[in-house]
Structures are given as C-alpha cells and as structure tokens.
C-alpha cells in the first residue's frame, strides 16, 4: 500500500445498491486519496428506492475486526454509520479509542431510512453525553438533531449547554434555508452556505457527506476546512445525475 495516504476506516451497512453505506463511503474514500478499510455493522437488502431488510453484526465480531485492523495499520479517521443501538456505538467507540485514542471519528447519525425504516432508537438519553464525548463530529439532519438532543435548535441548547462534540447540523430538511449548513464548535457557529448547482436529492448523500469529512481529517485539515471541502464534494456528487444513486468526482 502507498505510504503517502493516510488510512481511514468505515464502519457501517451493507447496502448492496452502492448508493450508501460501507461501498459508497469506500468510493469516496478513493476520490479523496485515501486508503480506506471497511467493517460492516449490518447485512441489508435494499435498492436505491425501497428497504426491505436488516440483518445485524454481531458487536463481538465487530469489535475483533477493528482490533486486527487497528493493530496492523495506523488509521487516521474513522467514519461510523449505522448502529442498532447506542451500547453497540459505545463498544465501537471504546474500542477505537483504547486502541488508538489519536483517529479522528465521525459519526453519521442515521436513525431512520429514507423509506421510513428505523435504524436506531434513543430511548435513554442519560448516556448519550458520554457517548458523544468519544465522537470528534457528528452529522445530523434537523430530524435527526432533534431526535438526538430534544430542544437543540428551538432553546438554543448549543449555547447552554456544552455539547462535548462538534456537530455539523445539514440543511437539506431546513425548509426556510434549504442547502445552509450549520458546524457548531462549543460556542462558534459556522455557516457553510450552497453553491448555484442544480443539485438532486441522492440516496445515501449523508454517507457520502460524512465519509468525506473523514477523508479531509485524515489529510491533516482542521475541522472547519474539512467540513467547507466535504461540501463542495456532496454539491458535486447531488449535480451529477437526476437520478437517486449520483456518480462520485472530486
């Protein structure tokens, strides 16, 4: 393997279609030039138009995967998708974290299917501080945000509270600013406007953004930076096609 790319490593589905999940992330691993591994979280059958079934990985053969990696190969960044539950996170993250407390990790909150199929459930937010203290970044829609941290946009939580990671917030369920992302770092707001493409909706576009975001913290970009180029990426893979899987360019 080359010597002049970092490594970084995704975990999460299976989604044969290639739109999302462990094979879009790899994809776009390549484009930023980065080597990138895999671990599946789960097994699925799914189209880029309709989910029919999940099959998930068992946590122990997971957490044995990511210690024969991590023990070969000095991975940079780590990308999570998703998970079936936040124990099944936390194994994950104090795995990573035991082993190699230097990689980066963000975390694509994916909760809920495009077809409505939910993916991960909090129930008890009592633990998600110390979870979410683990993560470098995470990437929630205004749904997913909402689900994550009740109240965070409507009483301003982020100023509050202190939110022990960095959270891009995506715009594409903001109706009043559609494509207007927020990157909340402790106190500091940074707003990453869209660009004039024509951009489509995309199957798997949050694995895409994130997984790209991993790339760019690999490669030695501070956060702010890898956040504003992870998004020219996403605009140019959302303009590529009309249809709902994109194709992947720098």
Known sequence: MSENRPFVLTIAGLDPSGGAGI???????????VTGFAIATANTIQTENE????EWVNINFVIRSIEILFK???ISAAKIGIVPSLSYLNRILSCIKLVSPSTKIVWDPVLK?????????IEDHSNLNQVLSKIDLITPNYIEIEQLIP???????????????????????????????????????????????????????????????????????????ACKNAKIYIENYLS????????HYV
């Open 113 to 121: 299917s495009t077809t409505a199929f939910d993916f991960l459930t």
């Open 23 to 33: 094979l879009a992330d790899i994809k776009t691993f390549e484009q930023h030039k």
């Open 151 to 225: 109240g965070f946009i409507k009483d301003h939580l982020w100023i509050e509270n202190e939110i022990s990671t960095a959270i891009l917030l995506k715009g594409g369920h903001n109706l009043n600013e559609v494509g207007k992302d927020q990157l909340f770092i402790k106190n500091k707001i940074i707003e990453l406007f869209p660009t004039e493409k024509n951009c489509s909706e995309k199957h798997g576009s949050g694995c895409v953004l994130s997984s790209a975001i991993a790339s760019n913290l690999a490669l030695n970009q501070n956060m702010e930076t």
């Open 51 to 54: 989910f029919h079934k999940i």
């Open 240 to 247: 590529s096609t009309s249809t709902l899987i994109g194709y």
């Open 72 to 74: 070969s190969y000095k």
